[in-house]
């Protein structure tokens, strides 16, 4: 099984429709199981629209309808012209840039039922700390899976309050620590994995159910998923590894993989993609 995470950055990108084909050129190339997607934006003032590949998330999704310009519908409809076909879903976030829905979305070869959870304190849709995580259950070759896209805060916000404790406690809530359910966590995570005593370690000490697909990869192939200083990280020009995928310990992981980085695909984003494959221990 392969599977991606990317925060696509969307259209903060230059030249974003080229990005996109160059995203389904990879999708169709590996032939991904599930895929998670951050930032994913559309326009406010853009067209509702509907498809058939949707899945409407259940739980507390705010109820923001699809717009034409959404950048995960696009990718799917490009996809589906050229052949492949996924489930997809989203649920928005909060307003991006003043004008732009910003959410999170999966894509899957197989139906599912979706879930939106807020994992954040504050509910206030014009605000950048709402939060919330999508989450798709369905089963693969008779398997149960739990696959969820996430984009968090950061550890603590300028004034030193806590963020990202309280949005993984609630995220918590929607994992299973059994050995009948698969577990994939993926996506744009905020916290740096070698700073101690924050995000990363707090992942490590409450879900030791769960791996991190890099330590675990039997191969690996990069490590770092953002080299600048980018949005939120103003003044970190420092090789940062903050977009994770984390699996149940039952999982072998054969590849981790940095992709869309200009040396295992075109760079898309601000943040480079991981591509993991993993199989059954």
């Not at 744009?188 to 990869?217: Q, V």
Request: aromatic residues 12%.
């Amino acid at each position: 099984m392969k599977v991606l995470t990317l925060n696509t950055h969307a259209w903060m990108e230059e030249e974003s429709y080229d990005k996109i084909e160059k995203i389904i050129d990879r999708i169709l190339a590996k032939d991904y199981t599930f895929i998670a997607l951050q930032e994913i934006n559309q326009s406010i003032e853009a067209e509702e629209v509907e498809d058939p590949g949707f899945i409407q998330p259940e739980g507390d999704d705010p109820g923001i309808r699809i717009k034409a310009d959404n950048f995960a519908l696009l990718i799917v409809k490009g996809l589906r012209e050229r052949g492949l076909n996924y489930y997809w879903s989203w649920t928005a976030n909060h307003i991006g840039y003043d004008k732009y829905d910003e959410g999170v979305a999966l894509l899957s070869q197989t139906p599912y039922t979706a879930e939106s959870l807020r994992v954040s304190n504050s509910d206030d849709y014009t605000h950048h700390y709402t939060r919330r995580v999508l989450k798709a259950a369905t089963r693969v070759n008779g398997n149960r899976w739990n696959i969820l896209s996430c984009h968090y805060s950061w550890w603590k916000d300028g004034k030193g309050r806590e963020l990202f404790k309280s949005e993984w406690d609630r995220t918590r809530t929607l994992l299973e620590d059994d050995d009948k359910t698969s577990h994939l966590i993926m996506g744009d995570f905020n916290n740096e994995a070698t700073l101690a005593g924050e995000g990363y370690n707090y992942i490590n000490m409450t879900t030791p159910f769960l791996s991190d697909t890099y330590t675990e990869a039997e191969k690996k192939v990069g490590e770092a998923t953002v080299i600048s200083a980018i949005d939120g990280w103003e003044g970190h020009a420092d090789e940062k590894r903050i977009d994770y995928i984390f699996t149940d310990n039952r999982k072998h992981i054969d590849t981790y993989r940095v992709v869309f980085d200009n040396e295992n695909g075109p760079i898309v984003s601000d943040h480079f993609g991981v591509e993991v494959e993993l199989t059954e221990k």
